[in-house]
T-cell receptor
Framework: QKEVEQNSGPLSVPEGAIASLNCTYS??????FFWYRQYSGKSPELIMF????GDKEDGRFTAQLNKASQYVSLLIRDSQPSDSATYLC???????????FGSGTRLSIRP | DAGVIQSPRHEVTEMGQEVTLRCKPI?????LFWYRQTMMRGLELLIY????????DSGMPEDRFSAKMPNASFSTLKIQPSEPRDSAVYFC?????????????FGSGTRLTVV
């Protein structure tokens, strides 16, 4: 069973600080990695994708990928209360055309 | 484009009743996915279709669950008979090929409560 693991949280971060969310995956052949944000009662929405080792930056968000360690992370700089949500890590299964989701990390930004 | 459209938004039914959830994917998306989300198990893939053909139904919990996609613009997920443990939010999602940069577009979900 191919898995994507995340700490469920909640992760509490003060406003303006950096929030760091982590994810590990078991399928060494995976090539594509995604971060989704899900507000309470809403559907997941894609915020970042990465498929090369290293960092990818988009505004206040940075995704980091280390394939050797099978590790993906999401950094949120200058955290805002509106960033409070559950963040889902997702990985494309290398043997099929489908995404496997982690169970999500609940992030809370305290004013 | 209106996005992925699911109906109903909420469904409350009694145990033993048949429940049908509906999904209209984004036009031109070749893949359609049904997910179930609960607090305990997170977001689980139930089944997915490619060009209206079921490709992987290994996530369907048991024979009480069935899914169809009669054409490119419509899919249903049916539970018969329903049980309280089926209570969850059911999401439909569609996509083009899951290439890098193309995640899924999710519908708003159907919140199912079986009493």
């Amino acid at each position: 069973q191919k898995e994507v693991e995340q700490n469920s949280g909640p992760l509490s971060v003060p406003e303006g600080a950096i929030a760091s969310l982590n994810c590990t995956y078991s399928d060494r052949g995976s090539q594509s990695f995604f971060w989704y944000r899900q507000y309470s009662g809403k559907s997941p929405e894609l915020i970042m994708f990465i498929y090369s080792n290293g960092d990818k930056e988009d505004g206040r968000f940075t995704a980091q990928l280390n394939k050797a360690s099978q590790y993906v992370s999401l950094l949120i700089r200058d955290s805002q209360p509106s960033d409070s949500a559950t963040y889902l890590c997702a990985v494309i299964d290398s043997s099929a055309s489908k995404i496997i989701f982690g169970s999500g990390t609940r992030l809370s930004i305290r004013p | 484009d209106a996005g992925v459209i699911q109906s109903p938004r909420h469904e409350v039914t009694e145990m033993g009743q048949e429940v049908t959830l509906r999904c209209k994917p984004i036009s031109g998306h070749d893949y359609l996915f049904w997910y179930r989300q609960t607090m305990m198990r997170g977001l689980e893939l139930l089944i997915y279709f490619n060009n209206n053909v079921p490709i992987d139904d290994s996530g369907m919990p048991e024979d009480r669950f069935s899914a169809k996609m009669p054409n490119a613009s419509f899919s249903t997920l049916k539970i018969q008979p329903s049980e309280p443990r089926d209570s969850a939010v059911y999401f439909c999602a569609s996509s083009t090929r899951p290439d890098p940069g193309h995640g899924y577009t999710f519908g708003s979900g159907t919140r199912l409560t079986v009493v």
